[in-house]
Structures are given as structure tokens and as C-alpha cells.
């Protein structure tokens, strides 16, 4: 299961990150991977099913806009996990800079 939370930062080495950079910091993860994943995804789609999807996305029915990705797109998870692992594994590659640009609390 793909957990996003301060678990996560604490994972790659940012578990002292004031709560409002935490905030900041998840909410950039959660973004980047809704980015990475809907590229995927529309490589592969016709206009009409971007058409489609974003239907969804203007009504915020985000339960609707999954279900209609899981039955086009059986692998759906499996992509999102790849992805999810792409953009952990670039913060914890940046999680040192991260700290050292940030003056964290010992």
C-alpha cells in the first residue's frame, strides 16, 4: 500500500522537518506523482478518453476517474507504484541537500 505521510519523510531521512515544510514537502510528493502517473496514462489515451477522464476530474470524482482508469487500465496499480518508487527514490536522493540547505533542529 502506498502510504504518503510523515512516515515516509522519516523513511529518507527527513523526519526532523518542521511540520509546515513536512506539509509543503508531502503535498510537492503527491503532486509530482499525480504528474508522473497521468503522463503515463495519456500517451496511451485517444482525445475522447482524455475527455473522459477530465469529466471526472471537473465534477472531483475521484472515485468515479478510478474506477474508470482501473477497467481501461488493469495495471493501473502496478504503474503507480513504479512511479511512486521514481519520486521516493529522488527525495531520498535530495534529502541530504534537503537538510543541510534547511538548518533542521538536532
Request: glycine share 6%; aromatic share 8%.
Amino acid at each position: 500500500m502506498i502510504r504518503i505521510d510523515r512516515a515516509l519523510l522519516a523513511e529518507v531521512g527527513l523526519s526532523r522537518l518542521p511540520a509546515n515544510l513536512a506539509g509543503l514537502t508531502l503535498r510537492a510528493f503527491v503532486e509530482t506523482l499525480e504528474t508522473r502517473v497521468g503522463r503515463r496514462f495519456a500517451l496511451d489515451m485517444s482525445d475522447e478518453e482524455k475527455d473522459e477522464f477530465e469529466e471526472f476530474e471537473m465534477r472531483g470524482d475521484d472515485a468515479g476517474a478510478l474506477m474508470w482508469l482501473e477497467q481501461r487500465y488493469p495495471d493501473y496499480r502496478s504503474i503507480v507504484r513504479e512511479e511512486y518508487t521514481i519520486v521516493l527514490t529522488r527525495l531520498a536522493a535530495s534529502a541530504g541537500w534537503m537538510g543541510s540547505v534547511i538548518d533542521l533542529p538536532s
